[in-house]
């Protein structure tokens, strides 16, 4: 499928900017939250915990190992070695996506961590999988692939 | 009184005639949210369904060794969202497309892999071809004479102008179109789309700044890109954004070296035909004034649709046409033939005789194209003797204006002025569209719906094209069945107060 002719060579780069992300990503991430809620077998902190985890598990798959775009875009390839978070806005940082999408899984930690009453292990466990999203969003990770994993 | 959204600028003069009215509804903030929502889940299962099951169309055979021909991430989009909506588009016709069209039945069995047609065919009201003024007849005085010509002058010149391929008639309809438009010249080219991406190159090049409205057509995208220029795009309509561009532009200069730019241009559309909006040209030609740019304005949808003569914007607006530099327009939309012109001054025209790519390698225009447009055009400017211009053109405005007050009274949020014979109808979901299209269809009522990409991913819309030959009865057998559709898919969107005032349907000959 042949897109971009109208301007924006690629449409990935922007479809994140539109209204209603931030809703739909709230009200997603309470969908998600509340089914784990519900299995009885878990405890709140294990919920909590399940639920942050998964939550930058989809992060770091979705927006930092996924290249490229769905369609066949009109700039030559040169988003096709791109994670989605490098193509968000064709590559400025700092925008307000690009702000929403950083603070969403820090926001997620301080929450987990405070219903999971600061207990060590669940910490370092979630600290650990925090560092893995955060990492990547920082401008200096831009286009960097460490060893060579995810570079074509 | 322009509204004054999208930045209007303050002192200019009021037309007395007509109110620019144009609305942009935003989309209420849950529907934006469950669109998205909506795009996820599609994404979500066509990414599993990706990983677990191979489709046949991908399954390559004798290939062993090879690379597979796609990657499957890229062809995504096209097995896994727009396959699920494949029926809703490219449905073949056999009937010439005027106020009715006669569509192939097909159906699927194996959710839009595959199609199979089922033998029948539909005749369905035709709200989607951008006939605006019914010429699109495959009988009448327009299509008779086209006939006759090409008995006369053959099918095709298979040469291109500059080579064998001038004939007598294309110089009529340069003179024709030139007087139908108000400028000196004009010139002639087979293709719509190719009069812009090919004509553009040789008017700029580098060195030159070109202010494109955000909303410019695909063709105009690839002629600017062509030729070299720097393309700077300001918000869609918006005065103040493209006032602020100029300013920056002469102020400024060239970007490292601040020297002058060679030329400004500023590249706009007379109708939009996503939006319906229309462009705000006394305005435009103001702020060229003030920062000496040229102007170029392309009428594909306006010329022969708005306007009290069909001359496109610039009688809309009552404009001197000498204050757009360069008028373009293409012959499609409301002549019923195909191709475009481009007119201007005749020194203008004479350098694109010889630097246009269009002019020095593309076939000319068929001669029963060229009848089908001088007998249309002839029509339109009172020129056969009739009425029947002037009433084509009456009509279509009150068809257009009494739809789209109609679907604003049931609450539709439609975008775009409210003069536009195109109205666009928000719907926003994909699979609103896809359901709306389906139900009409099934209700002989034949719609175009677009959504992301070739939307803003928010902007789902139906789009409406009026005709001047739809009657008021096809009319309200629409408006009947897509109040139906609204109530059963929620689509009245609106928060604006929706008048309750009777519509009524000016009927046309009443006022003379």
């Given amino acids: ?152 | 009184m322009s509204t004054m959204q999208n930045g209007s600028l303050k002192n200019i003069q009021q037309r007395e005639q007509r109110p620019f009215v144009e609305s942009f509804e935003k989309i209420p903030l849950l529907t934006a949210a469950t669109t998205f929502i909506g795009f996820y889940l599609i994404l979500l299962m066509g990414y599993v369904s990706s990983i677990i099951f191979t489709p046949k169309v991908a399954q390559e055979r004798n290939r062993k060794g090879y690379v597979p021909l796609y990657d499957q991430f890229e062809s995504f989009y096209s097995r896994y969202v727009y396959r699920r909506l494949k029926d809703c588009w490219n449905i073949p016709i056999c009937s010439c497309p005027g106020s009715e069209v006669t569509v192939k039945d097909r159906v699927t069995h194996d959710c839009g892999w595959t199609f199979e047609y089922t033998g029948t065919r539909t005749t369905c009201l035709n709200l989607g071809s951008y006939n605006y003024l019914g010429f699109a007849q495959a009988s009448g005085p327009c299509s008779d004479a086209a006939a006759v010509k090409i008995k006369e002058l053959g099918c095709a010149t298979a040469s291109p102008r500059v080579e064998f391929g001038t004939q007598k008639i294309h110089q009529e309809i340069e003179a024709l179109t030139a007087e139908f438009v108000g400028t000196e010249d004009a010139i002639t080219f087979g293709m719509g789309f190719a009069t812009n991406a090919l004509n553009l190159p040789s008017i700029m090049s580098k060195g030159c700044l070109v202010a494109s409205d955000e909303k410019n057509h695909a063709s105009l995208i690839l002629g600017l890109r062509l030729s070299g220029a720097t393309i700077r795009v300001f918000k869609h309509n918006n005065m103040e954004s493209l006032r602020k561009l100029l300013h920056n532009a002469v102020v400024y200069g060239q970007p490292r070296s601040h020297r002058p730019w060679k030329k400004i241009f500023i590249v706009v559309e007379g109708v939009y035909s996503m939006e319906g909006s229309i462009v705000r040209l006394p305005e435009i030609v103001q702020l060229k004034r003030e920062y000496k740019a040229y102007l170029y304005v392309d009428e594909a949808h306006s010329i022969g649709a708005v306007g009290p003569n069909g001359r496109g914007v610039i009688d809309y607006f009552g404009v001197d046409p000498k204050d757009v530099d360069i008028l373009m327009g293409t012959y499609t939309k409301s002549f019923g033939s195909a191709g475009g012109y481009i007119a201007g001054t005749k020194a203008f025209i004479n350098h694109l005789r010889a630097n246009s790519h269009a002019n020095c390698y593309a076939t000319s225009m068929p001669s029963a194209c060229a009848e089908q447009i001088i007998s249309s055009m002839k029509i339109i400017m009172g020129k056969d003797g009739t009425n029947e211009g002037r009433k084509r053109i009456q009509q279509l405005a009150h068809n257009s204006q009494y739809f789209r007050r109609k679907l604003n009274q049931m609450g539709i949020i439609t975008i775009g002025n409210n003069d536009s014979p195109v109205v666009p109808m928000m719907v926003y979901m994909h699979s609103k569209i896809a359901n709306v299209v389906r139900r009409l269809i099934k209700r002989d009522i034949a719609v175009v719906g677009v959504g992301f990409p070739a939307t803003p991913l928010m902007e789902g819309r139906i789009r409406f094209c009026l005709s001047a030959a739809h009657t008021k009865e096809q009319l309200d057998y629409a408006l009947t069945h897509i109040e139906e559709a609204a109530d059963y898919l929620g689509l009245r969107y609106s928060r604006k107060p929706r008048s309750k005032e009777i519509v009524t349907y000016e009927e046309v000959g009443k006022e003379e």
Avoid: C
């Avoid at chain 1, 770091?60 to 988003?79: E, P």
């Fill in chain 1, 1 to 152: 499928m042949l897109v971009g002719g109208h301007g924006y060579s690629n449409p990935n780069a922007n479809w994140l900017d539109n209204r209603g992300l931030w809703l739909s990503y709230g009200i997603g991430f309470l969908v998600l939250h509340l089914t784990l809620l519900s299995i009885p077998v878990l405890t709140t902190s294990t919920a909590w915990t399940l639920t942050n985890l998964l939550h930058n598990l989809f992060h770091f798959v979705f927006l930092h190992i996924l290249k490229g775009s769905i369609w066949d875009t009109q700039d030559q390839g040169r988003s096709r070695e791109l994670t989605q978070w490098e193509q968000i806005d064709s590559g400025m940082q700092f925008t307000s996506t690009r702000k929403f999408l950083t603070s969403a899984p820090v926001i997620m930690f301080l929450l987990t961590t405070f219903y999971t009453k600061y207990d060590n292990v669940h910490f370092i466990i979630n600290f650990v999988s925090l560092m893995f999203v955060l990492l990547p969003k920082l401008p200096q990770f831009h286009e960097v692939r460490l060893f060579g994993i995810n570079r074509y």
